[in-house]
């Protein structure tokens, strides 16, 4: 079953030969709720069967509870130390395991507990373990490590953790990356935000773990419902052949607001400018947000993972612009000209952001 805070959404199972997720909404969600997946799961009766790929015969929505790069590996480090092989799971499986632990507002039942394990006691000793597990050196400290994650994802070691100042989650460094890392990625969002980027609350814990401030938790507490753009879209990491156009399209068609496919545009900039290549399709987000009238509106969350990262994909970022990955200002302006951010409206924020980012600015877009 899938849950919304304390209402039913929904009903997941497999088809008969456990290949393919199906899902129904439940009637009740049907007459208050909202589309969990507008694209792929529009609220209306009847039932969904997902497509074999990407994801392996589930919904991209139901992808995004699931932990990946980082959170996959120690899930399969657990799960050894059980005796349960992960590739034998199916998807329901997989979400039975996330349950109530995973990031934004879905939940899943039956859940299936790995055991009780201890909240985060000392970040440095956190920092440590991850670097033995992903190492090699131990896998006694992984079930410990998941559950601190809270199921995030990305590459980077991971926690969550709550204070006076609300909810956070805190990075750290993977094996390979610099030892300032945390200082290098506070220092993009601090010019991120200069650019005009909306990004969340953010700060350094013992002077070098980034920690920023959870945007699918309410300013009151309460979980909401998040998606990335990988999920809405049913594009996989694997297949990085996302564009600008794609996610500006994507922005307008959610929010149908035209100050957030300009931040879109902004942030699109802003990556090229300062070489942030992991621009791919799980590092853009929108948020539900529960309005006073009982509607549902989506929203373009805040920026995130915003760091330097010269590699991205053979040498180029994950998301291309109007088709390229060298794109010229020609180019700028005919995505804007797509969603009616007229010519001038364009250059200005080029010319906001490119002044703005002072000793991350890596790359000029040509004009032609």
């Given amino acids: 079953m899938v849950n919304y805070r304390q209402q039913r959404v929904g009903e997941l199972s497999l088809t008969p030969d456990n290949k393919l997720c199906v899902f129904q909404y439940a009637k009740s969600w049907l007459a208050d709720g909202f589309s969990i997946s507008p694209l792929d799961l529009p609220l209306k009766p009847g039932l969904f069967i997902a497509q074999p790929d990407p994801f392996y015969g589930s919904f991209g929505i139901f992808e995004d509870s699931l932990p990946d790069g980082y959170g ?65 050196h131990q896998d006694g400290d992984a079930r410990w490590l998941l559950y601190n994650s809270g199921n995030s994802g990305g590459s980077r070691p991971k926690a969550l953790f709550s204070d006076e100042e609300g909810h956070w989650i805190v990075k750290f460094r993977h094996v390979n990356d610099p030892l300032d890392m945390g200082l290098q990625e506070y220092h993009y969002n601090e010019v991120a935000r200069r650019c005009g980027i909306k990004v969340p609350d953010f700060k350094l814990i013992n002077g070098k773990y980034f920690a920023s401030r ?81 509607f549902y509106a989506w929203h373009l969350a805040p920026a995130y993972d915003l760091t330097l990262c010269t590699e991205g994909y053979n040498g180029q970022h994950a998301t291309s612009v109007n088709g390229t990955g060298i794109p010229s200002f020609q180019d700028l302006q005919a995505l804007g000209a797509r969603w009616k951010i007229a010519p001038s409206r364009c250059r200005e924020i080029y010319e906001q952001v490119e002044s703005a980012c002072g000793d991350l600015l890596r790359y000029r877009v040509p004009e032609n």
């Fill in 72 to 136: 996959r590996y120690l899930l399969h480090k657990a799960l050894m130390r059980e005796g349960i092989n992960d590739a034998d799971l199916s998807s329901l499986d997989r979400l039975s395991l996330v349950g109530r632990s995973g990031m934004g507002a879905l939940t899943y039942s039956p859940e299936t507990s790995l055991g009780q394990v201890a909240e985060p006691y000392d970040f440095d000793e956190l920092q440590h373990k991850a670097l033995e597990v992903l190492q090699e």
């Fill in 214 to 294: 959870r945007f699918d938790i309410s300013d009151k507490g309460e979980r909401l419902h998040t998606a990335t753009a990988g999920a809405l879209l049913n594009l996989s990491l694997s297949q990085p052949f996302l564009d600008y156009s794609n996610l500006l399209s994507l922005t307008a068609f959610l929010t149908q607001s035209r100050k957030e496919v300009e931040e879109m545009f902004r942030r699109m900039v802003f990556n090229y400018l300062t070489e942030n290549k992991d621009d791919h399709c799980k590092n853009f987000s929108f948020v539900v947000i529960p309005q006073a009238d009982g």
